[in-house]
């Protein structure tokens, strides 16, 4: 059973930066997309930023030029820069990755997410 570990959420103000970090752990052979995904209160999850194993990224429009995805593949990390924080960034910013075992299985895991909360 592959794991996602999350960490880096928190409580800043307006303007501030935070720099949340996923590590899976597990039977992992190859880790391709990671994602970075959000859920503010009484609002569907959404996609924020993605990278491929080829490190090629998206962003949603809300966070371009704000957020940086990147990845260590050595440590099967995914961290998520966040600078110039928002109100409206507020929410719980879930992890969400792409492995494949040695024997060839796909999985799809989910982190269990960390708060962040924007003050104005």
């Known amino acids: 059973q592959v794991q996602l570990v999350e960490s880096g959420g928190g409580l800043v103000q307006a303007g501030g930066s935070l720099r949340l970090s996923c590590t899976a752990s597990g039977p992992i052979s190859t880790i391709n997309g990671m994602r970075w995904h959000r859920q503010a209160p009484g609002k569907q999850r959404e996609l924020v930023a993605s990278i491929t194993r080829g490190g090629s990224t998206n962003y949603a429009d809300s966070v371009l030029g704000r957020f940086t995805i990147s990845r260590d593949g050595a440590k099967n990390t995914v961290f998520l820069q966040m600078n110039s924080l928002k109100p409206e960034d507020t929410g719980v910013y879930y992890c969400?990755?792409?492995?494949?075992?040695?024997?060839?299985?796909?999985?799809?895991?989910w982190g269990q997410g960390t708060q962040v909360t924007v003050s104005s």
């Open positions: 969400n990755v792409d492995t494949l075992t040695g024997w060839g299985s796909a999985y799809n895991t």
